[in-house]
């Protein structure tokens, strides 16, 4: 017998309207037995429930928190109250049935010991054979021959139920039908009763036993096998006859136990200890087809594993109706079936419809798949083919082209978004120039633009300069922390990039310079900040209070991110008024030049020079900076040093008062004889003369004599002078100081040099006279040894 398709199994096919063959899952019910009356008499209860058509859940009746599953899933489950019909009609008929259409199929019933196996194959057998029947008699057209045979599986050995003989039968391997047990009865069922019969003698010859479980215990694993064929009443005696032919087995295997529970002695325990060791053997079966056949599967482990190969994974359509006790003390057994059921439901059986045909029809059919095949290799693609073919790439063009206008759309996106930046920062390196070079003498500016080229290189250059210039007293780069006389401050914010280059959205930017550091004379330093900020129309806010104090949260309003905050800056009244308007004025003329632009547009340009590097170099996080500038490379460089207002309050040299409020800003003093800004009386902090002017017109406010930001400017120019021609003057002390340093080393060499020289000349010397007197020694030495010799002689003579 063969599965292949023909004639007839088309015909068949037809007639049935379903397809015959293919791969699919092994079914899985589970049936929950109802309470026996002993059972209910013991006031056992059930700890499990069918909750719908498909889950059985576990009801925890002692609250254990074990993390194991409490629902299952399967393709149907029975109540406790479900007939054995039900559980046939649900799945089972349809996989038994498919016998009649030449399909091998298996039914077998798993579980432990007393869960109700018999009692559920007994019925589904019954059922199918009178389906069968039945089927048979619908379908007249066909004659069907249906043979019985039954075997059991007791002790690992393979005895025949239909026969009164107990010898054990043998099992053997046939290529082509796989195991097949030698010398196994099958009978050719006459009708319905004959098979009853049969059914009758196989119960009595089957190994039972009573346990404490179960009165009537199966000891032995029982396979009963109804196999059908069938052909078309047309075809018979013809040459071109084919038949079909399949079997369904009937499995009812017998149920694990635990001797514990069952208190099985003896005979019994060892019917146990074979039972459960050929369970074990099913159960890794279908745990590794279950994980997807993958490496050896030990089917010849057991023999009830070698005689149900074609039904776990071959071909076969498979149903496992899993038998449940309901009872608390069976839960760990309940359990271990609906593990082995989950295993059993991954597993894949491929049935294929069994055709037997006449060595003629073979042949005759053989034939037309050859021509078949053959026109194939022939013509081995069609038109339809080809339009198929021409529709799939066309399908793959027009995504190709989707693909290619969504990506130029994201690149011309980017394009214009970097040459927005570009321009925007080609802007902000113009304005960080004009601010760079409103500090440096003319004839310095070329220098500072080719350095502005490279981002990194300035960086790089006036870190280095920074670094040099820490010690530096007259440098602007002294940190906070350093004992310097004062260091500069600079922390700005941009809410949008550049705003303040191109004039737009200039409200959204402010700069703040704050927190100018003076060293006291008793050795404290203190702190005073102003904040510059841009208003609207790009017009700088200057924040001193008409009072000339400055509560420092109103003036650096950056430091929450707030630029509208910085308008408040401005001290209130006619001073306030006047101030803006002066303001306006100066920024109106440090846009044109920034070398005669007002010390905020100063301020402004070295921030601008120290945004463009910073925003690019990092990120637009609010930074509290430390600028300082190098008048060679006309780069202003900043620090990131102590960003936070929290970290300046904590600073030990900083006094509460002076960090926050009263701020005052007496008059600086700046001229030729003193390299580096200062101030009077140092008793806060400032640096400019504006602030002065502030102040004196705070003592008057509305008074007429706002400060002259011209002075401020001029002020800030003559510093900015003044300390390019200090550091001027410095480098050139500290080159001309390395020069004599060198010489001097150069003239140490020199004289060691010469001390060497004259040493080994005077060992040279030395060292010949050396060779002289020995030479002369042993020439004194050989005459008188001569002399000697002779005046022997002579004495000898
Ligand atoms: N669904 C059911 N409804 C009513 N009674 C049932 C049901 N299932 C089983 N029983 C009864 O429970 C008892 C044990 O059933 P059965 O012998 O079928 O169990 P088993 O699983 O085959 O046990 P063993 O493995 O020991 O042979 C029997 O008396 C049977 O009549």
New binding site residues.
């Given amino acids: 017998m063969g599965a292949i398709g023909g004639e007839e199994l088309m015909k068949w096919e037809k007639m049935q309207g379903t397809a015959l063959s293919g791969e699919e899952k092994i079914l899985v019910l589970v ?4 309470l ?1 009356e002993k059972e209910i008499a013991r006031n056992e209860a059930s700890d499990w429930e069918c909750i719908n058509e498909t889950t059985i859940f576990y009801r925890n009746s002692f609250q254990e928190t074990s993390g194991l599953p409490t629902a299952y899933t399967f393709d149907k489950v ?1 109540r ?5 019909r039900e559980v046939y009609e649900g799945g089972t008929k349809d996989i038994a049935l498919s016998v009649v259409r030449g399909i091998n199929s298996t039914i077998f ?1 798993y ?12 019925g589904i057998t019954e059922y199918t054979v009178a389906d069968i029947y039945d089927y048979m008699k619908k379908h007249e057209e066909r004659s069907f021959v249906l043979k019985f045979s039954a075997m059991e599986i007791y002790n690992e050995v393979v005895r025949d139920l239909l026969s009164s003989d107990s010898t054990p039968l043998r099992m053997l391997d046939d290529p082509e039908n796989g195991t097949i047990i030698e010398k196994l009865t099958e009978e050719t069922l006459l009708d319905w009763d004959h098979l009853k019969e049969l059914l009758s003698i196989c119960e009595a010859q089957r190994q ?1 036993g009573e ?1 404490y ?7 032995s694993h029982q396979i009963l096998r109804l196999t059908i064929e069938s052909s078309a009443r047309e075809f018979i005696g013809k040459e071109n006859k084919t038949t079909l032919a399949a079997s369904v087995n009937f499995v ?6 635990r001797a514990s529970q ?1 208190l099985s002695v003896g005979q019994r325990l060892k019917e146990g200890c074979h ?1 459960n060791r050929s369970l074990l053997t099913l159960g890794t079966v279908i745990r590794k087809l279950g994980m997807g056949r993958h490496g050896h599967v030990n089917y010849r482990d057991s023999k009830l594993t070698r005689i149900l190969q074609p039904a776990l994974g071959g071909n076969a359509r498979t149903a496992i109706v899993c ?1 449940l ?1 309901p009872v608390q003390s069976h839960t760990e057994q309940s359990r271990n079936t609906l593990l082995f059921a989950s295993c059993a439901k991954e597993v894949t059986t491929n049935a294929q419809a069994n055709v037997v045909m006449s060595d003629k029809a073979l042949v005759k059919h053989l034939q037309k798949e050859l021509a078949r095949l053959e026109s194939e290799i022939r013509t081995p693609i069609t038109a339809c083919d080809h339009v198929a073919l021409l529709r799939k790439k066309d399908q793959q063009i027009e995504k190709l082209e989707n693909e290619m206008r969504e990506l130029t759309k994201q690149r011309n996106l980017a394009q214009s978004r970097v040459e927005d930046l570009l321009q925007m920062f080609g802007n902000d390196k113009i304005s960080s120039q004009r601010g760079a070079s409103s500090l440096l003498p003319k004839s310095l500016e070329g220098n500072m633009f080719g350095d502005e080229c490279s981002v990194s290189d300035s960086i790089a250059k006036a870190e280095s300069y920074n670094r040099d210039s820490e010690s530096d007293a007259t440098s602007y780069a002294i940190p906070a922390q350093c004992s310097g006389n004062f260091g500069l401050h600079y922390r700005h914010q941009r809410s949008k990039n550049f705003a303040f280059v191109t004039g737009e959205d200039s409200d959204d930017f402010c700069k703040e310079v704050q927190c100018i550091e003076v060293d006291e004379p008793g050795g404290n330093r203190t702190f005073e900040s102003f904040s510059l900020s841009n208003n609207e129309n790009g017009e700088r806010i200057s924040p001193p209070s008409s009072n000339g104090h400055v509560d420092h949260r109103e003036l650096s309003p950056l430091s929450h991110g707030q630029a509208s905050s910085t308008r408040n800056c401005f001290p209130h009244g006619p001073l306030g008024q006047k101030m803006h308007d002066k303001q306006k004025t100066t920024d109106s003329l440090a846009r044109f030049h920034p070398l005669d632009s007002s010390p905020c547009a100063l301020s402004t340009s070295i921030s601008g020079s120290i945004n463009v590097k910073l925003t690019r170099s990092r990120s637009s996080r609010e930074n509290l900076m430390i600028g300082s500038f190098s008048p060679e490379s006309g780069i202003v460089e900043q620090r990131e040093t102590t960003p936070t207002d929290e970290q300046e309050r904590d600073f030990p040299g900083s006094p509460e008062g002076l960090q926050r409020k009263h701020w005052k800003y007496p008059p600086l003093i700046y001229g030729k004889t003193r390299p580096k800004l200062s101030r009077n009386n140092s008793q806060s902090s400032n640096c400019s003369a504006f602030m002065d002017e502030l102040k004196s017109g705070s003592n008057a406010p509305g008074d007429e004599d706002i400060p002259s930001v011209d002075t401020f400017v001029a002020g800030l120019k003559e510093m900015a002078k003044l300390e390019y021609d200090n550091q001027l003057h410095n480098q050139r002390n500290s080159m001309s100081i390395n020069i004599i340093d060198r010489s001097n080393h150069l003239e140490k060499l020199v004289f060691i040099l010469n001390f060497v020289l004259i040493r080994c000349i005077l060992i040279s010397v030395l060292g010949s006279r050396f060779w002289e007197v020995e030479k002369e020694y042993k020439k004194c030495r050989i005459g008188s040894y001569a002399r000697l010799i002779g005046s022997s002689f002579r004495l000898a003579s």
């Fill in positions: 049936r929950l037995r109802p026996s029975f406790g109250d479900c007939t054995t019933a579980g432990q010991t007393s869960s109700g196996k018999t009692y559920t194959m007994n039972t346990t479980l179960n009165k009537a215990s199966s000891r009812d295997l017998a149920g694990s136990e069952a039972i038998t006790s």
